[in-house]
């Protein structure tokens, strides 16, 4: 029945579809970072190491961060192996800010999804991963150059989103009061 569901389903609705699932999938993974239970020496080394990324921060430096994640994601093959590896990654932070706040990392988690910016984020990389599986199903029925002007049009809409994500994420950052 859900095959038959996908089969009659516009291009665009099996588009969409695979991006919400890959979004479930990138939620579960940094999730099950932010779980990842660590001392708090460890938590401290990377609360340390963000707080060095902190200070030179723009608009700039966080677009061009996330695009080139976004870029990497949608790599067919490695890109969503880096992709997951970097969104659990993005997930031991988060909790080690909550291990070192002393509260909890899920806690923690959950306040950046009150962020426009971190809803941006994770649409635009759950485009990147899930085109990087449609071009490497492409590949192999040997459709690949339609599949490609695809990617670059994805490509720019993920740029599109990922700078507005940048521009809200500093203005944010810019009304924060400074601890």
Do not use: H
């Amino acid at each position: 029945m859900a095959l038959g569901f996908w089969k009659k389903s516009s291009s665009r609705m099996k588009r969409l579809l695979s991006i919400g699932a890959v979004f479930i999938l990138a939620l579960i993974v940094t999730v099950a970072g932010t779980l990842t239970p660590l001392s708090q020496s460890e938590a401290n080394d990377l609360n340390q190491e963000l707080e060095k990324l902190r200070e030179n921060v723009d608009v700039q430096y966080i677009f061009g961060n996330n695009m080139m994640i976004c870029l990497i994601m949608f790599i067919p093959f490695i890109g969503p192996l880096i992709g997951f590896i970097t969104l659990y990654n993005t997930g031991l932070v988060i909790g080690a800010a909550g291990v070192t706040a002393q509260v909890s990392p899920l806690l923690v988690l959950m306040t950046l999804f009150i962020f426009p910016f971190t809803w941006m984020e994770f649409v635009a990389y759950s485009t990147g991963l899930a085109e990087s599986v449609w071009l490497i199903w492409r590949l192999v029925r040997r459709r690949d150059l339609a599949e490609l002007r695809k990617a670059c049009i994805f490509v720019t809409i993920c740029a599109v989103i990922l700078l507005a994500a940048a521009v809200i994420e500093m203005a944010i950052i810019q009304a924060m009061p400074r601890a």
